[in-house]
């Protein structure tokens, strides 16, 4: 018994020194600031407290320089900021690797999702899905968003003068969803009537919140934490629910409903 445990004392020092050399020492040349085990530099980011990322990108950039490693827990990441790096970085996608590391996550999130299909799946997705997408169905649709923009406008402006909006990434989501639910769906998702959302809204921000966390933890950790979450179990439960009554209501219409 004494050397079992020696034994599993001694493989959990060599497992936590191996984790912390591979995901948590830096291994490159480019400016870093030092992180923490487990975390990177997720304590000195803010982003566990709210802080967004563009807010992020800008403060490290004035520590680090235009190019800089950012470490989020499992995840490195090298970020380019000056305009002429990036533009040399696009014109020379052959040379520059493309992280898949947000196809990974939607594997983990949404496993049916078009990002991570390929093949006869991806097919048939796709002939569903990318006729929303095109010029014709879009331009069709341009009263709609046209809309959908002046009830985000009227809110602001409906604010004092002296309001700072500190939210504007994610009312500006806000507005594509409510925009895709109409178009879509022909579903009035309500995103844009302030925090006080509906339903599916609450769901779908819930569901999509948990991104910034798998983007922090390996991929079997972020699947564990989906399907024991029960906040995230109830959110995947309302998202189906609302999306089977929608397709049945849809089903169910004639002809002539559409036609109005």
Same mark, same amino acid.
């Not at 992280?99 to 078009?114: G, K, M, R, T, Y």
């Not at 309302?238 to 559409?258: D, G």
């Given at each position: 018994?004494? $050397?079992?445990?020696? @034994? ?16 948590? /020492?830096?291994? !490159? ?10 975390? +990177? ?5 803010? @982003? ?21 490693? @950012? ?21 020379? !996608? =052959?040379?520059?690797?493309?992280? #898949? ?28 899905? $990318? ?12 009263? @709609?968003?046209?809309?959908? /923009?002046?009830?985000? =406008?009227? #809110? ?27 178009? +879509? ?20 921000? /819930? ?9 922090? =933890? ?24 609302? =999306?089977?009554? $929608? $397709? ?13």
């Amino acid at each position: 018994l004494t $050397m079992f445990v020696v @034994l599993t004392f001694v493989f959990v020092c060599l497992l936590v020194l191996y984790v912390k050399y591979k995901y948590f /020492t830096s291994h !490159r040349s480019i400016p870093s600031l030092p992180g923490h085990f487990l975390f +990177g530099n997720l304590l000195q980011t803010g @982003l566990l407290h709210g802080a967004a990322l563009p807010q992020v990108y800008a403060s490290f950039k004035n520590k680090l320089g235009d190019i800089y490693e @950012l470490k989020l827990g499992f995840l490195h990441g090298i970020i380019v900021s000056d305009i002429d790096d990036v533009q040399h970085i696009f014109s020379h !996608r =052959l040379i520059y690797d493309q992280s #898949n590391w947000v196809a990974e996550i939607f594997n983990v999130l949404v496993p049916e999702s078009l990002i991570t299909l390929k093949g006869a799946k991806f097919k048939r997705h796709g002939s569903i899905t $990318m006729p929303l997408f095109r010029h014709g169905k879009i331009r069709s649709n341009f009263d @709609l968003i046209i809309n959908c /923009t002046d009830e985000l =406008l009227n #809110n602001w402006r409906s604010n004092s003068s002296d309001h700072i909006h500190c939210d504007i990434l994610q009312q500006c989501q806000n507005l594509l969803l409510e925009i895709f639910g109409f178009i +879509g769906f022909d579903y009035d998702v309500d995103t844009l009537s302030g925090t006080n959302y509906n339903e599916l809204a609450q769901a779908l921000k /819930t569901y999509v919140d948990t991104m910034g966390l798998g983007s922090y =933890l390996p991929n079997f950790l972020f699947n564990a934490y989906l399907k024991l979450s029960p906040k995230c179990r109830r959110a995947r439960t309302t998202i189906k629910r609302h =999306l089977y009554q $929608m $397709m049945e209501q849809e089903l169910n219409e004639t002809p002539e409903s559409r036609a109005q």
